[in-house]
């Protein structure tokens, strides 16, 4: 540092951004910090969040931060320039520490199988040695081969930054660290330019399939497909430092074209439909519906996906039931006895429930053209109901007295076809109608 003061006074500068445009420097710290393998996303997260004391970051971070915020004209022009602060040969320390963390990591050398005649293989490799590879820069991020970027206006100046879910990465990490995780493949492409030198030395039978060795050399290495789960596996390793964990990569060499090619053919294979992955999940609300469906009457024909509803499979949709508990019914997540509580109250109220509308429910799909008592939708305001009763004397009475006073033709129904949520008019429907028969 130039004098004994300009730590601090850098310290004052970096924390006085940082405090003022906490959300929106995320952004501009994701493009010039961890996708340029400076600093690590955890690192970025923690100064974003004010949980790290910027004096005990080392100089180097200091000047990659300070490096960070002059890449914004509006505040360039209102701060001092690097060089007052740092000495020259600590700015190329900084710089230059970066790349001998690159080509420490050099020769990799990996057991890997020849996929297909093209340079294209699959490999197995430790959540450590992935972490490790990401922390010293080994693996980049590249906007050119990733599958979406976010546009930030950060005073005045437009930001494009690779998307980045933290709190999806981090729920990726708890299920790693606890041994709940299992992975599907990670992407990563050396891109084909005068820095790449490798060599994929062939089986000792090679008429026969069977493992090589991939040696890489020097290279630029991009991940595209798989930035949370590495992320993931850091918090997992902040969390549990002994996770054993292997993850399948598939390693391809190419141009940079080749991987905007690989990620296009991802892109279009049918996704999972969001519905159906809520029916697959372990969370407090879908165990509550999965045990449902074995407890109340066999009136209800439960379907996973709104096609299935659609054509004539069932009334009852799931991921509406379990939205609709999550919504109404607080902190059963992870609290075991309110999970059992709840479900056995609702087990009550839906059996109760299928005794009002029994000859609806078992004839819904003719019922369907005049009622809108069977469209899946109404197990929103069923729910909200069911919550109300909670605990309520009387509730059956209280409960047949509110259904008899809603108009359930479909002439009159509470929301137009084209609406995108109908289960919401549905509930204030059904709101309405407690407040008119109770006040």
């Given at each position: 540092m130039k004098n004994l003061d300009s730590k601090q006074q850098v310290i004052n500068i970096l924390e006085t951004v940082i405090k003022s445009d906490n959300k929106k420097l995320d952004a501009l710290f994701t493009k010039e910090l961890v996708e340029s393998s400076k600093m690590r996303t955890s690192e970025v997260k923690s100064i974003l969040g004010l949980r790290t004391d910027l004096n005990e970051l080392p100089i180097e971070k200091l000047i990659y931060l300070y490096s960070a915020i002059l890449t914004v004209e509006s505040i360039k022009n209102d701060i001092p320039k690097i060089d007052e602060f740092f000495e020259d040969q600590e700015i190329r320390h900084a710089e230059n520490l970066r790349i001998e963390r690159i080509k420490s990591q050099y020769p990799i050398k990996l057991k890997a199988y020849k996929q297909t005649n093209k340079e294209d293989y699959v490999v197995r490799i430790s959540a450590k040695q992935l972490e490790e590879w990401k922390d010293n820069g080994v693996i980049k991020l590249d906007k050119d081969m990733a599958r979406e970027s976010n546009i930030t206006?950060?005073?005045?100046?437009?930001?494009?930054?690779?998307?980045?879910?933290?709190?999806?990465?981090?729920?990726?990490?708890?299920?790693?660290?606890?041994?709940?995780?299992?992975?599907?493949?990670?992407?990563?492409?050396?891109?084909?330019?005068?820095?790449?030198?490798?060599?994929?030395?062939?089986?000792?039978?090679?008429?026969?399939?069977?493992?090589?060795?991939?040696?890489?050399?020097?290279g630029d290495i991009a991940l595209i497909e798989?930035?949370?789960?590495?992320?993931?596996?850091?918090?997992?390793?902040?969390?549990?430092?002994?996770?054993?964990?292997?993850?399948?990569?598939?390693?391809?060499?190419?141009?940079i074209k080749d991987g905007q090619f690989i990620i296009d053919q991802e892109e279009k294979r049918e996704p999972l439909k969001k519905e159906l992955v809520k029916t697959y999940s372990s969370a407090s609300e879908s165990?509550?519906?999965?045990?449902?469906?074995?407890?109340?009457?066999?009136?209800?024909?439960?379907?996973?996906?709104i096609q299935e509803v659609n054509q004539g499979g069932g009334f009852v949709l799931e991921p509406i039931l379990i939205d609709s508990i999550k919504e109404y019914?607080?902190?059963?997540?992870?609290?075991?006895?309110?999970?059992?509580?709840?479900?056995?109250?609702?087990?009550?109220?839906?059996?109760?429930?299928?005794?009002?509308?029994?000859?609806?429910?078992?004839?819904?799909?003719?019922?369907?053209k005049s009622k809108w008592n069977v469209s899946p939708y109404a197990f929103a305001g069923y729910i909200y109901l069911s919550s109300t009763l909670q605990g309520k004397e009387n509730w059956e009475q209280k409960l047949s007295d509110i259904l008899s006073s809603i108009d359930f033709s479909v002439v009159n129904k509470p929301w137009r076809d084209s609406v995108s949520k109908p289960d919401k008019l549905i509930v204030k429907c059904f709101k309405e109608a407690v407040n008119n028969v109770f006040g």
């Open positions: 206006n950060y005073k005045g100046q437009l930001i494009s930054s690779i998307s980045y879910n933290d709190k999806r990465a981090r729920e990726i990490g708890d299920k790693m660290a606890t041994n709940n995780f299992y992975s599907n493949g990670i992407r990563l492409h050396a891109i084909n330019n005068e820095s790449l030198n490798y060599e994929f030395i062939q089986p000792q039978k090679p008429d026969e399939e069977g493992e090589g060795q991939l040696v890489i050399k020097s798989g930035n949370h789960r590495i992320n993931g596996v850091e918090y997992a390793l902040l969390e549990n430092p002994d996770v054993y964990l292997y993850l399948t990569v598939f390693f391809s060499f190419g141009t165990n509550i519906v999965k045990d449902l469906k074995s407890e109340v009457s066999d009136v209800y024909k439960f379907c996973k996906t019914y607080d902190d059963i997540e992870d609290n075991k006895p309110k999970e059992v509580k709840v479900r056995q109250w609702l087990s009550e109220f839906l059996n109760e429930l299928s005794v009002i509308f029994n000859k609806d429910f078992k004839n819904y799909l003719s019922v369907k």
